[in-house]
Structures are given as C-alpha cells and as structure tokens.
T-cell receptor, first 118, second 116 residues
Framework: EADIYQTPRYLVIGTGKKITLECSQT?????MYWYQQDPGMELHLIHY???????EKGDLSSESTVSRIRTEHFPLTLESARPSHTSQYLC?????????????????FGPGTRLLVL | AQKITQTQPGMFVQEKEAVTLDCTYD???????LFWYKQPSSGEMIFLIY??????QNATEGRYSLNFQKARKSANLVISASQLGDSAMYFC?????????????FGTGTKLQVIP
C-alpha cells in the first residue's frame, strides 16, 4: 500500500502566523490531494494535483495554497492562520486508473494534521 | 441532491456479530467506483474495500464485503464477526468523472461502536 506521511501531526499556533503542512509519499503516485475535515464530519477537497507543476482548487474554498515541485511532495501553506482554519487536514495520493491493480484509483491517506489556531 | 448518503449517524453492534453500514449514491456517470474507509479516533483514513461499477461480483476483503446493488444505487458495507477494534467512523465514497477530472465525494459517515 501507499506510504504517505504528514507533519506535524498536531499544531497549535497563534492567529496571524504563517504555517506549512507537509505531505510526502514514497510510492511515486502522480495524483495528490488535500482534504479538510471538521471533527465527526465529512471530508471536503480543498486542493489537488495531477503531477509536477499542476495544482487545482477543490470544491471547498480555502485560503490555503499548495505547490507541487516534486512528485513526492505536496505542501500546504496558510499565509496568515485564523481560528476559522482550525480543523484536521488530510493528504492523500493515488495512482492513475489502470495502474492500481483493479482498485480504481484508490486514494491512500496520510495520518492527518490537527490544526488549532488560537 | 446528495451524491453519497449514509443514513445511520451511529450504530452499535455486539462483538462477534455481523453489522451492515448503509450507503446510497447518486450519479449519471456509467463508470464510477465506490470505496469504504475506516477512520479511528486517531484520525487517519484507512482504505477498506473498492467496488467498480462494472464489477460483476461483490467485492470482499477479509471480514469486509460490499453488498453492491446497482439498480438500487446502494453499496452497503458488511463487517462480519465484529471486533472491538472495529469501533470507528466509516465513510462511503464515490469516484466519478466531473468536469474532466475524477472526483471523489465522501458521505457524512457512520460511527460504529462494538460492544463487548
């Protein structure tokens, strides 16, 4: 299965600080995603990337930005954190269809980052 | 209309019993995929099982099976012989083509609690 890592796991930070949430995967997956999830709620896609130098916004509007300079790395940045950004952020990656052993582009998730902005 | 509907916010099941978690979906795309994920309290999303829209047989992965009823647009997850470690949130998800990319939509989840 995919090996996908997120750091930090937990972050408590003050309003106005710039933060970067790291996400890396070692499986060579082309596609990567960022989701935002409030406790006990569904996941909302905020960013995705289909490969190096490709980034798109997802369904949920977010003040965060992403970059994809290397295949394995997909960091998310908040220039000025606010309490409304408090949430869990989940990173995922997937292989293209037809290469995923019949699992239809399954997304594999990292452990998540729980962000609390005071 | 909701793309993925999970009508059971919470479920209880006795240890060693089987449990069915409901999921219905809505799509006009003839080619789609259905997924189930488990999310323990630690927060990570763990992939459990996948069913393609053209698959003739219901998917199975160990104690997990997916009861796929295409005409009813339902994809219920069946967990056999429940274990205490199965206590978690369970999310149903669907992949479909949308505006040129493959979009995955998640349901609101079902919280399963396994009772000793």
């Amino acid at each position: 299965e995919a090996d996908i890592y997120q750091t930090p796991r937990y972050l408590v930070i003050g309003t106005g600080k710039k933060i970067t949430l790291e996400c890396s995967q070692t499986m060579g997956h082309d596609k990567m995603y960022w989701y935002q999830q409030d406790p006990g709620m569904e996941l909302h896609l905020i960013h995705y990337s289909y490969g190096v130098n490709s980034t798109e916004k997802g369904d949920l509007s977010s003040e965060s930005t992403v970059s994809r300079i290397r295949t394995e790395h997909f960091p998310l940045t908040l220039e000025s954190a606010r309490p409304s950004h408090t949430s869990q952020y989940l990173c995922a990656s997937s292989k293209p269809r037809g290469t995923s052993g019949g699992r239809g582009e399954t997304q594999y998730f990292g452990p998540g980052t729980r962000l609390l902005v005071l | 209309a909701q793309k993925i509907t999970q009508t059971q916010p919470g479920m209880f099941v006795q240890e060693k019993e089987a449990v069915t978690l409901d999921c219905t979906y809505d799509t006009s795309d003839p080619s789609y995929g259905l997924f189930w994920y488990k999310q323990p309290s630690s927060g990570e999303m763990i992939f459990l099982i996948y069913q393609g829209s053209y698959d003739q047989q219901n998917a199975t992965e160990g104690r997990y099976s997916l009861n796929f009823q295409k005409a009813r647009k339902s994809a219920n997850l069946v967990i056999s012989a429940s274990q205490l470690g199965d206590s978690a949130m369970y999310f149903c998800a669907m992949r479909e083509a949308s505006g040129g990319y493959q979009k995955v939509t998640f349901g609101t989840g079902t919280k399963l609690q396994v009772i000793p």
